[in-house]
């Protein structure tokens, strides 16, 4: 059983405000111009990202996987966060190729384009096509999906 302690800051952690603070105080002060605007299109929550900005930089993660791209607002932040040496890169699964277009003039601003090679397809389809390449088993420095267990049970549409 929960304690009422843990109870309480269960809900804590999930109250609007605590949420709001969060935002106002960690992740704007943080958001560059650019992912601004993005998130500002796309007229949604932004979803706190640092620590992934922090994993993608102490792991120097290069070969990286994003899958549920929607408008790109995670996309973005890890493509301007690995290194832009012509070898960094991230394959964007989504099967929404309009929302991925939303975003697209966003990462052309940001000069991110040729890091980023979108697939359109169903999460599980792409994965296997690249699965079928030896080359990529276990090649990837770090995978990227606001639930990866949860896209694979809950929010994936197959
Ligand atoms: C929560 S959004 C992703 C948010 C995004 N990472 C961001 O930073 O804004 C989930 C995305 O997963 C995509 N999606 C859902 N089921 C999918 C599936 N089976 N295969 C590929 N994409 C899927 C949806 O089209 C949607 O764009």
């Given at each position: 059983m929960m304690s009422l302690s843990n109870s309480i800051s269960k809900e804590l952690l999930h109250s609007p405000e605590l949420q709001e603070y969060m935002l106002e105080t960690v992740v704007y002060p943080r958001e560059t111009k650019l992912l601004k605007e993005l998130r500002l299109i796309t007229s949604n929550h932004p979803r706190s990202l640092s620590t992934n900005c922090l994993l993608l930089k102490l792991t120097n993660a290069k070969k990286t996987i994003e899958i549920g791209?929607?408008?790109g607002y995670s996309l973005v932040l890890i493509a301007l966060t690995?290194?832009?040496?012509?070898k960094a890169s991230i394959i964007a699964i989504d099967l929404d190729r309009d929302a991925y277009e939303i975003g697209l003039p966003i990462i052309k601003k940001a000069n991110i384009e040729h890091k980023i090679n979108f697939i359109q397809s169903s999460t599980l389809s792409a994965l296997d096509e690249l699965l079928?390449?030896?080359?990529?088993?276990?090649?990837?420095d770090f995978p990227s999906s606001k639930q990866t267990k949860l896209a694979i049970k809950s929010t994936m549409r197959e």
């Amino acid at each position: 059983m929960m304690s009422l302690s843990n109870s309480i800051s269960k809900e804590l952690l999930h109250s609007p405000e605590l949420q709001e603070y969060m935002l106002e105080t960690v992740v704007y002060p943080r958001e560059t111009k650019l992912l601004k605007e993005l998130r500002l299109i796309t007229s949604n929550h932004p979803r706190s990202l640092s620590t992934n900005c922090l994993l993608l930089k102490l792991t120097n993660a290069k070969k990286t996987i994003e899958i549920g791209v929607f408008t790109g607002y995670s996309l973005v932040l890890i493509a301007l966060t690995i290194p832009d040496d012509g070898k960094a890169s991230i394959i964007a699964i989504d099967l929404d190729r309009d929302a991925y277009e939303i975003g697209l003039p966003i990462i052309k601003k940001a000069n991110i384009e040729h890091k980023i090679n979108f697939i359109q397809s169903s999460t599980l389809s792409a994965l296997d096509e690249l699965l079928n390449e030896n080359d990529n088993r276990g090649s990837f420095d770090f995978p990227s999906s606001k639930q990866t267990k949860l896209a694979i049970k809950s929010t994936m549409r197959e």
